[in-house]
């Protein structure tokens, strides 16, 4: 397969994949019992008052009809459509939460990446050593502990003790604040820096430490395997030998000749852990009540929103699909291997 | 021209006379206190509908929604007595069936409109006419409403009702009257409310995570101390407590698990407030359909075995809630402890027993059941209060109880699909009256929503009749109705909650009472300078 065609049926698969998980989220909405009406049952509201209000949210209708109204709205008037109690619009709802997502995800990419590079990097210097089997240990525990209970860990031990804040992305008064900026992008980040506004982005900083360290640590597990093994495949080339043999101290040789043939392999493997760190954000921000996405699909289903759900994860679907597209095509572009595989 | 010696002492003197005068006066002025300009609450309560009061019908929406709007009738903070809000004076006709309402004249709506008869006809007009969620409280009530004047409203009842009940009707949110100039003739999108008369008005309302709301410069009453209140949602229980703790919120109301506040307590840092628990209350019912909960004996043997007391004082500690015993709860007109007459305030294992046995179980044929609870939607201290039931009715010797959760929309299928037979409910009333807290669950008409099948025609007859009887008959076919459905046992009533919030010490003007309106307008925080 050359490159045009493996690209071409990277992006036609693309679709198909989005159009198979929207179904089976579709369906498993409503294998669960109860639906959004739920909520205000409990209460002798009339029961002619209940039926209207699953009337107008379309759930009298056959289950079928309800799919490929469902598909009709979201392909062909792309709309995600509004949720069941408050009729907010799904849209606005992801938008607005989407910002924190990715602020959460940047942050624990960053120190994952800063982690999990240094523990590569210094097991592969240090083979044979504590360093290697501290490295080593590090992170198949890291990565098998669920990220929840590692974030109840963190908040436990480290946030008491040192005073970090545990819920929210801010304090209550700056989140009002924060909306007022004259900047709005939605990412506190900027929008504070924008303003001048010091005060908002330390408590920002203070806010993400902790799920970012959370999400960071368990990811840093993976960055930390694949970089010890593509530097520990460099540090045995015939070019490495022959950098040693000229004298070259040895940290220079691993961060030069190692690290540099690492970072394809890394940047491969960010891209591909996308899925694993938007799950692991979801888990993070119901830890931490982090207003992102992940805990508007957490409230979706407690309150069995279809649309919220249904919404939600279209658009993580969206960016899990793409970034992978991405990231294959572009490895296919470097690594000619893969297209024939 | 050089000062003489003595004038410079005097000017000395002086100076420092005058400032010690001033220094002292700084020091010793009365200072007016200083408010906090801005009360963050932190709940884990959501706003479920909208902030339309002809919508709203969730604990949270419908609070904000009395603490930015006032009806003709309301409570005074701190009892339970209904008094007269934008209603001055009112006289009822000799049939009960029409009344006369004159309204105050110098109410106004947020943006400056007057207060007139015509725009409390026009909201009453659009809250039936759009029958929304809660629209019942007065669509069956008022039978027809018009402005005789600008301040005179003449109301024709459907029925000739007891004057309280119309009264404690007319003071919910869903009568509270908004500004026809601005509300359009649906239902307002959040993030959005309508314009109403009261204390405080919405500034901004971000889905999920916050609402905030300023004071109404253009309320008729005393103007709040508190400028701004910032609601912020947490997730559960836990995130709550550590915020608080933490001190970003000022006050943490609904809710927190008994043990947590047991906890803060016990560490002295922040103020426990409490208030008298009477509305929301928690009972127990059957499916009297099922066997062998239609066999009346079994539900009395249970009613005979649990231990109330032992809940609200291992649960609750003995403070955040009370034992009840009619559905009725104390303090409400007509409240009969009927189950205590009937069962007693402490479990009667032998005449449990006894009825058990003739309804054919015994030791070695022992009743099985499952209860079932969920985890979520009440208190966080759910799994321990069904493990006492279990505990209490396994004492028996003759009952194995196996416990059964599931979250709330899975639990409401189950209840409503008639698929399980005993399951833990709790109720917060629409209105506070007596009838509320009969009707919804004892009267055939209205009890549907229960899936409990109880049908009793005297109980149905006697409920019709007490909303139209003068107060002192009604009182005693209120007991009447208790007495028969105490035997009848569909429902067991467990207990009355209390109500508690958490807050810093410096927060005061918290005022938790009957009426189970949460204040925002009385709370403010003092602080130093």
């Not at chain 2, 902030?51 to 009806?71: F, H, K, S, T, W």
């Amino acid at each position: 397969m050359g490159l045009k065609e493996y690209v071409l049926y990277r992006v036609l698969l693309t679709p198909v994949m989005l159009f198979v998980l929207l179904s089976f989220v579709f369906i498993l909405m409503r294998v669960l019992p109860g639906d959004p009406i739920t909520m205000l049952e409990g209460k002798n509201i009339p029961e002619e008052v209940l039926a209207r209000r699953r009337a107008e949210l379309g759930l009298d209708k056959p289950l079928y009809v309800q799919y490929f109204d469902y598909l009709y709205s979201l392909f062909v008037k792309r709309d995600l459509g509004e949720t069941a109690l408050e009729r907010i619009p799904v849209a606005y709802l992801v938008a607005s939460r989407l910002p924190a997502t990715i602020e959460l995800t940047v942050a624990a990419t960053l120190i994952a990446a800063a982690l999990g590079i240094a523990l590569g990097l210094l097991s592969a210097r240090y083979q044979y050593t504590g360093v290697q089997y501290f490295a080593r240990f590090y992170s198949s525990v890291v990565y098998s502990v669920p990220v929840f209970y590692l974030g109840l860990l963190l908040q436990a031990y480290l946030a008491k003790p040192l005073g970090f804040p545990t819920t929210g992305r801010l304090s209550p008064v700056n989140m009002v604040a924060v909306d007022s900026l004259p900047v709005r992008t939605g990412f506190v980040f900027i929008d504070s820096l924008a303003a001048g506004r010091l005060d908002i982005l330390l408590d920002y900083l203070a806010h993400i430490s902790l799920p970012a360290l959370t999400l960071g640590v368990y990811l840093s597990g993976v960055f930390s395997r694949v970089t010890y093994l593509s530097v520990e495949d460099a540090m045995s080339q015939d070019y490495t030998q022959a950098a040693r043999g000229r004298g070259i101290r040895e940290w220079t040789v691993v961060k030069r000749y190692g690290l540099r043939n690492a970072l394809i392999p890394i940047l491969t493997m960010t891209g591909l852990q996308v899925a694993a760190l938007l799950g692991g954000a979801v888990l993070t921000e119901t830890t931490f009540n982090w207003e992102g996405v992940g805990l508007l699909v957490y409230e979706g289903i407690l309150k069995r929103d279809y649309a919220i759900v249904q919404g939600a994860v279209t658009i993580y679907a969206v960016l899990v699909t793409l970034t992978s597209l991405v990231v294959d095509v572009l490895y296919a572009y470097v690594d000619p291997r893969v297209r024939y595989e | 021209m050089p000062v003489p010696k003595l004038g410079k002492k005097a000017v000395a003197v002086a100076v420092v006379a005058l400032v010690a005068v001033v220094a002292a006066y700084v020091a010793l002025a009365p200072k007016p206190p200083k408010y906090k300009n801005v009360i963050v609450i932190g709940t884990t309560d959501s706003v479920q509908t909208t902030l339309d009061p002809c919508e709203a019908y969730d604990y949270l929406g419908v609070n904000i929604i009395q603490n930015m709007g006032e009806g003709l009738f309301g409570y005074e903070p701190g009892t339970a007595k209904i008094v007269n809000k934008l209603a001055v004076s009112y006289t009822i006709s000799p049939d009960r069936k029409v009344w006369e309402i004159k309204i105050r004249r110098d109410a106004k709506f947020q943006d400056g409109t007057p207060l007139t008869a015509q725009a409390v006809v026009w909201s009453w007009e659009r809250t039936i006419k759009l029958n929304q969620d809660p629209a019942f409280l007065i669509a069956d009530l008022i039978e027809k409403a018009e402005a005789v004047s600008d301040d005179t409203i003449r109301v024709y009842l459907k029925q000739p009702f007891e004057e309280t009940y119309v009264k404690s009707l007319l003071a919910t949110w869903v009568a509270f009257p908004v500004n026809p100039k601005t509300t359009p003739m649906e239902v307002v999108k959040p993030p959005n409310t309508v314009d109403m008369i009261g204390p405080y008005k919405l500034a901004s309302w971000k889905p999920g995570e916050y609402i905030e709301l300023v004071a109404n410069p253009n309320y008729y009453g005393e103007k709040p101390k508190t400028e701004r209140i910032i609601i912020r949602f947490y997730k559960d229980a836990q995130s709550l407590r550590l915020a608080v703790e933490n001190g970003e919120v000022d006050v943490a109301f609904r809710t927190l698990s008994p043990a947590d506040v047991k906890d803060i307590i016990a560490k002295g840092q922040l103020q426990v407030v409490s208030g008298p628990g009477i509305a929301p209350i928690r009972y127990l019912v059957f499916n009297v359909k099922k066997e062998p909960f239609n066999d009346k004996r079994v539900r009395q043997a249970i009613a005979y075995l649990i231990d109330r007391n032992q809940i609200v004082n291992t649960v609750f500690m003995g403070t955040f809630a009370q034992p009840l015993y009619s559905m009725v709860p104390i303090g409400f007109i007509g409240h009969k402890d009927s189950f205590k007459e009937r069962y007693g305030d402490k479990p009667n294992v032998e005449a449990a027993r006894q009825l058990l046995r003739q309804a054919g179980f015994s030791e070695s044929n022992p009743l099985k059941m499952e209860l079932w609870f969920t985890p979520v939607r009440y208190t966080p201290a759910e799994p321990d209060i069904a493990a006492i039931i279990k505990q209490n009715l396994e004492a028996s010797g003759m009952i194995k109880v196996e416990l059964k959760s599931a979250d709330w929309a899975t639990y409401r299928s189950l209840f409503k699909q008639e698929k399980i037979a005993v399951w833990l409910l709790g109720w917060f009333p629409d209105f506070l009256d007596s009838d509320n807290y009969v009707r919804p669950f004892y009267h055939s008409g209205a009890n549907g929503w229960l899936h409990v099948n109880y049908k009793n025609p005297v109980v149905d007859e006697l409920i019709d009749k007490q909303v139209l009887q003068p107060t002192e008959e009604r009182i005693k076919t209120l007991a009447q109705i208790q007495d028969i459905v105490a035997d009848d046992a569909p429902i067991i009533p467990l207990w009355q909650e209390g109500q508690f919030a958490v807050a810093q010490k410096n927060v005061k003007g918290i005022v938790l009472d009957y009426s189970q309106i949460f204040r925002y307008y009385l709370i403010y925080a003092e602080v130093q300078g």
